[in-house]
């Protein structure tokens, strides 16, 4: 339990940010589920929309600053990386 007013207006703050980010990286998440699972199918026609979304999301992420942006990139190049091995 916080002792000090600052500390227990941290503790408000940071109840409030993770409400707000946690649907956001749950979106992620299940994105770049879905879309791994759609290359892991091995139909290229079939996984780009889902790796559109997933790199979509991914964006949205970073600039909201709910992921670190090298992360997102990172993410977003192994992502596009494993459907161009599959595009042939």
Do not use: F, W, Y
């Not at 500390?7 to 979106?27: F, S």
């Not at 879309?35 to 970073?62: F, H």
């Amino acid at each position: 339990m916080a002792n000090h007013v600052s500390a227990e207006k941290r503790n408000r703050q940071r109840i409030k940010r993770t409400a707000r980010n946690r649907p956001v990286r749950t979106a992620v998440r299940t994105a770049v589920k879905r879309a791994r699972a759609a290359i892991a199918s091995g139909d290229p026609q079939a996984a780009a929309e889902p790796v559109r979304l997933a790199a979509s999301a991914l964006a949205r992420a970073a600039s909201k600053g709910i992921l670190p942006k090298k992360t997102a990139s990172r993410t977003t190049s192994r992502i596009a990386s494993a459907l161009q091995k599959i595009s042939g």
